[in-house]
Each structure stands twice: as structure tokens, then as C-alpha cells.
């Protein structure tokens, strides 16, 4: 109940910063009505003899405020998102980085954020290098099911696709491609999300994590820091833990 409750609330103060255009802060609360909801869903779906352990595995640690790891949390519990859900999950780039970046620049804490407060994904400067490590880490997370969704995206013509398996609940995916510089996101969907239509319907309700991104963008992370600190993670994924 304390979890919804956060929610909602989160949810009410949200949509009061995006009114005013507030989108970095109002898309910093929603992460965490997104997080919270999450986890009052994972404490409603456990067996009350379990509700105390699994309270305190869903509030340990930066990487429980990953919506990819509650996920896998809630298929264990064998909850599926419905494909509409995944659908917009994958517009949803809230990141930890993004969490603690507010919270250095006056953002008070929230109690669904991990006391330690650190960061999952590296940062730095300098032109974003793919290092061996990274690139076996990803790549060996690939599928059959994961490559079905690079070549389908490729012969529509991408530049650059790649996808994994990051656990039981979500895949991810990036798509590279000149045609997305100067586009919003909801133009560079409107390019992809047809051809993800013609996948089986389980592959695309596990589809929670799309990226997209111009080649420019991957160039200078001064410039375009939100751009690097997602590809950072796709190319180095952080434990899930399942």
C-alpha cells in the first residue's frame, strides 16, 4: 500500500511539471510512479509468509530501481506485462544515472531510491569506445528469438541493429540509423514500430527496452549525455540478477 500510495502521489506531481513543461522533472518523478507501481504489483502477487524477504530484496540495492529487473521479479511470480504496457515501456528511458544526476542538482531523495545512491552505469568524457569486455558481455546474451528481431529490422533498412536478451522479462534493443538526426522519439517510433508488429506476439510484449539513436549522437557524450549513458548501458548491462 505505501508503494501505490507513493505512486499516486508521484503520478499527481508528475503531471503538474509536465503541464508546465517541466519534462526532465516531471520524466524523473515518473520513474519512480513507474518503480513503486512495480513493486506494490511484485508485493500483491507474493504469498504473505514471503512478503517480508521479498520486501527487503525489492529495496536493496540501486539495481531494484531498474523497471527491467522488477519485471523479472514479476515473471517469476509469472506476471507478464500485456503487449500494450511493453509498448509504451519501451518509450520509457528513465534511467538510475538520471535519478542520481537530479539528486546532485537539488532534487531532494525519494523513498523508492536505494540509500546508497550510486550509480550503475560508468560515466566519463571522451567518444564513447566499445571496449572487448563490454561487447562479449552483450553479445553473448543474444538469441534465436533476438536475432529474428535484428534481421527484421535490417531488411527494413536500418543501419544498425542490435538486440539481446538482458533476462526472462525483457529484451533490448538498438537501432543506429542517419535518418533519426533532427527526429523526435515519437517520429523515430512511428519508423520502427511497424516492422516490430510483424514479430510474435510474446517477442513483442518482451520488447521493453528500445533504443534509438543518430550516429551523431554516440559521437560526443558532452553534448548528448542522456544518448550515452543508455547506450553505455546497452553495450554494458548491468547484473539483473535473474
Known amino acids: 500500500r505505501d508503494f501505490l500510495r507513493v505512486a499516486t502521489q508521484r503520478l499527481t506531481t508528475a503531471e503538474t511539471l509536465l ?8 520524466q524523473y518523478l515518473g520513474g519512480y510512479v513507474v518503480e513503486c ?8 502477487a507474493t504469498p504473505d509468509a514471503d512478503k517480508p524477504d521479498k520486501l527487503k530484496r525489492i529495496t536493496s540495492g540501486v539495481k531494484m530501481h531498474r523497471p527491467e529487473v522488477l519485471l523479472g521479479e514479476l515473471r517469476v511470480l509469472g506476471i507478464a506485462l500485456p503487449l500494450e504496457i511493453a509498448k509504451r ?4 528511458d528513465w534511467t538510475t544515472d538520471l535519478a542520481v544526476r537530479n539528486r546532485t542538482t537539488g532534487h531532494r531523495g525519494d523513498r523508492c531510491l536505494a540509500e546508497d545512491g550510486e550509480s550503475d552505469s560508468p560515466l566519463g568524457g571522451g567518444p564513447i569506445a566499445m571496449t572487448p569486455t563490454a561487447a562479449s558481455r552483450w553479445e553473448a546474451k543474444r538469441t534465436d528469438e533476438t536475432r529474428r528481431v535484428e ?3 535490417r531488411e527494413a533498412g536500418f543501419q544498425a541493429v ?5 533476462n526472462s522479462a525483457s529484451i533490448r534493443v538498438r ?11 515519437e517520429q523515430r517510433d512511428a519508423m520502427v514500430e511497424p516492422h516490430l ?3 510474435p506476439e510474446r517477442t513483442q510484449a518482451d520488447i521493453v527496452s528500445r533504443f534509438t539513436f543518430a550516429p551523431s549522437e554516440l559521437v560526443d557524450p558532452g553534448k548528448t549525455p542522456r544518448e550515452f549513458l543508455l547506450n ?9 540478477m535473474l
Open 162 to 166: 542490435d538486440a539481446y536478451r538482458y
Open 197 to 199: 508488429h510483424k514479430l
Open 37 to 44: 507501481s512495480l513493486k506494490a504489483l511484485i508485493l500483491h
Open 232 to 240: 553505455t548501458e546497452f553495450e554494458d548491462p548491468s547484473p539483473s
Open 19 to 26: 503541464r508546465h513543461k517541466l519534462t526532465l522533472d516531471a
Open 175 to 185: 537501432v543506429i540509423d542517419q535518418r533519426f538526426a533532427g527526429l523526435s522519439p
Open 89 to 92: 515501456m519501451r518509450r520509457f
Open 151 to 153: 534481421e527484421l529490422l
